[in-house]
């Protein structure tokens, strides 16, 4: 059974950092593509950062360019997205996807940036 599960998100104050999770299981994680992808209450879903398969960054949203970092550690079947300097703007639910010749995606975990 393919899983993709995040963890991490929560509740910060603007200027923030949170670190976010996706543990991957039931497929070749190293093989697959990994984004991170997020979705406002009342918006359409938004891609935020694609990581290659080596690890390299392959895209970044503008809104995150230098605030936010994908990493994945193909060992340990994880990807993760550290968030620096979050704004309110930033508030959403956040997903991971594995996508090669097919698309996993994640339940997300929520992102909620406020003071």
């Known amino acids: 059974e393919v899983t993709l599960v995040e963890s991490g998100g929560g509740m910060v104050q603007p200027g923030g950092s949170l670190t976010l999770s996706c543990a991957a299981s039931?497929?070749?994680?190293?093989?697959?593509?990994m984004r991170w992808v997020r979705q406002a209450y009342g918006k359409g879903p938004e891609r935020v950062s694609i990581t290659g398969i080596g690890g390299g960054s392959l895209y970044y949203a503008d809104s995150v360019k230098g605030r936010f970092t994908a990493s994945r550690d193909n060992d340990k079947n994880m990807l993760y997205l550290q968030m620096n300097s979050l704004k309110p703007e930033d508030t959403a639910l956040y997903y991971c996807?594995?996508?090669?010749?097919?698309?996993?995606r994640g339940q997300g975990t929520q992102v909620t940036v406020s003071s």
């Open positions: 996807e594995a996508f090669r010749d097919t698309t996993y």
């Open positions: 039931g497929f070749t994680f190293s093989t697959y593509v």
